[in-house]
Every structure is written in C-alpha cells, then in structure tokens.
C-alpha cells in the first residue's frame, strides 16, 4: 500500500493539552501534506512540509519529518474544543490514497 | 485560496433513481480532479480520476457504470451514481488540485455530499 497510515486511530485530550499524531509512510516522497476533516465536512489543507525540510511551523501547528524514518508529527499545542477532528497525512506521489487517520476528540 | 464547491450537499432519492454531484473549482483551473467516498467513521476511498476531456480513471472494484464521472471542462466534475441502491449511500467528496499549485500537489476539497437512497 502507498498510503501514510496515521497513529494513533484516536486520541482523547483535555483543552489545553498538547496533542500530537504521527504518519509513516512507504514510498519516497516530494513533501508531505497534513489535512484536517470536521465532522461531515470535507478535508481542509493544514500544512506542507518538503522532503528537504525537518520542521515547519504554522500558528499552533507544528510538523515534523524524519525521511530516514519514512515518517512525520504534527503537533498541535494548547488544544482547543474546535480542534476536534480526523487528521490525515498525505504523501505526495501516493496517488491519492489517504490512510485512516487520526480522530482527535478535545474535551471541554 | 482556491475554492471548490460541491452539491448538493445533502440529497435523498428513491432506490432505481439516479442522482448527479457537481463538483466545480471556483477560482482556478483543475488540472485532475478526484471523487472519494467515506463510510462513517472511516477513510476516504479513492473512487477514480477525471482529466479535463478525457475519460476517468477507475479505482480497482469501483463499477465505472454505476459511478458515471464526466469532467467537460476545466472547472467542472460531475459524479452521477446511476440507479442508486441503498448500499450506494454514503458521503462523497471531490477535490481538485489546481494547474498554478501542482507542484505542490496541494488537493482542495468540496464539502462532501451525503446520498442518502431509500
């Protein structure tokens, strides 16, 4: 499969707290994209990081990327209730396939 | 940003019927555009491929007679599920990468719309 496959499948925090997910993926890659789904909506573009970068940074987000490793973080700091989502990561140059995702639930 | 609009975003028809989804890329030109489904709590399925004039490309089991996609022009992709059975609903989502952003392969994404066939 040349999809990212995200970990954890779901994540429970409290307001405030930090989240953070992870992606591996299998193929090489030119950069690697984070998306966000609300509920019933479509998936929004959160960040991109290059294949030459290590880190990016974008408000409260925060990606990591470890091509030796063939995997990526995206931290999200000082969770709020509106961050409750699923989150994808995606590789591109998979052909479009995404991975399960991560279903992040903040707790008020 | 770039902006893709999707609808309808909710429908209900009858099984045997056959319901169209317009997808449209409202401030660019979509070099390809992609139809996904999404059952509940799952993710997305890639359904096919559609180049502006040219015909889609399907995903492996995906029955391209039952999921008609039509991409006329560089800003419009249509997904008609033909005789739509209950098993056929669930939430569809189109997105689009755009000719200025591709080599980013940045995908911009409709709303979803979510067939329900009774």
């Known amino acids: 499969s040349q999809q990212g496959e995200e970990d954890p499948q779901a994540l429970s925090i409290q307001e405030g707290e930090n989240a953070t997910m992870n992606c591996s993926y299998k193929?090489?890659?030119?950069?690697l994209q984070w998306y966000r789904q609300n509920s019933g909506r479509g998936l929004v573009h959160l960040i991109l990081i290059r294949s030459n970068e290590r880190e990016k940074h974008s408000g409260r987000l925060r990606v990591t990327l470890d091509t030796s490793k063939k995997s990526s973080s995206l931290l999200i700091t000082a969770s709020r209730a509106a961050d409750t989502a699923s989150y994808f990561c995606?590789?591109?140059?998979?052909?479009?396939?995404f991975g399960p995702g991560t279903r992040l639930s903040v707790l008020p | 940003g770039a902006v893709v609009s999707q609808h309808p975003s909710r429908v209900i028809c009858k099984s045997g019927t056959s319901v169209k989804i317009e997808c449209r890329s409202l401030d660019f030109q979509a070099t390809t555009m992609f139809w996904y489904r999404q059952f509940p709590k799952q993710s997305l399925m890639l359904m096919a491929t559609?180049?502006?004039?040219?015909?889609?490309?399907?995903e492996q089991g995906v029955e391209k007679d039952k999921f008609l996609i039509n991409h006329a022009s560089l800003t419009l992709s249509t997904l008609t599920v033909t005789s739509a059975h209950p098993e056929d609903s669930s939430f569809y989502i189109c997105?689009?990468?755009?000719?200025?952003?591709?080599?980013?392969?940045?995908?911009?994404f409709g709303e979803g719309s979510r067939l329900t066939v009774l």
């Open positions: 997105s689009a990468t755009d000719r200025g952003a591709f080599h980013t392969g940045e995908l911009f």
């Open positions: 193929t090489s890659i030119n950069n």
């Open positions: 995606y590789n591109y140059g998979q052909n479009f396939v």
């Open positions: 559609s180049n502006e004039g040219s015909k889609a490309t399907y």
